[in-house]
Nanobody, 112 residues
Framework: QVQLVESGGGLVQPGGSLRLSCAAS????????MAWYRQAPGKEREVVAT???????NYGESVKGRFTISRDNAKNTVYLQMNRLKPEDSAFYYC??????WGQGTQVTVSS
């Protein structure tokens, strides 16, 4: 069974940083495109960042320059380093891989 488990969310002040992790199992991780999505209350789920099996990355415009996606194939884990966080970054963050496999999400709240 494919399983994606996110961790690292929490409450942070504006301007702060968090690092999210997504541990994958049940897949050949190194061959998969991985992605982070987020969904805020009342809004559609949106892509935050993607990373290919070869390490090529892409970012949503609102997070470009602040967030960095990376992967460690030896650990079957994808990360999202989130810097200079803003209140509008508050959302539930989800890990995703091809085949409509989603993690349960981790809550990120940016507030004073």
């Amino acid at each position: 069974q494919v399983q994606l488990v996110e961790s690292g969310g929490g409450l942070v002040q504006p301007g702060g940083s968090l690092r999210l992790s997504c541990a994958a199992s049940g897949i050949i991780f190194s061959a998969r495109i991985m992605a982070w999505y987020r969904q805020a209350p009342g809004k559609e789920r949106e892509v935050v960042a993607t990373i290919t099996s070869g390490g090529s990355t892409n970012y949503g415009e609102s997070v470009k320059g602040r967030f960095t996606i990376s992967r460690d194939n030896a650990k079957n884990t994808v990360y999202l380093q989130m810097n200079r966080l803003k209140p509008e970054d508050s959302a539930f963050y989800y890990c995703y891989t091809a085949g409509a496999y989603w993690g349960q999400g981790t809550q990120v709240t940016v507030s004073s």
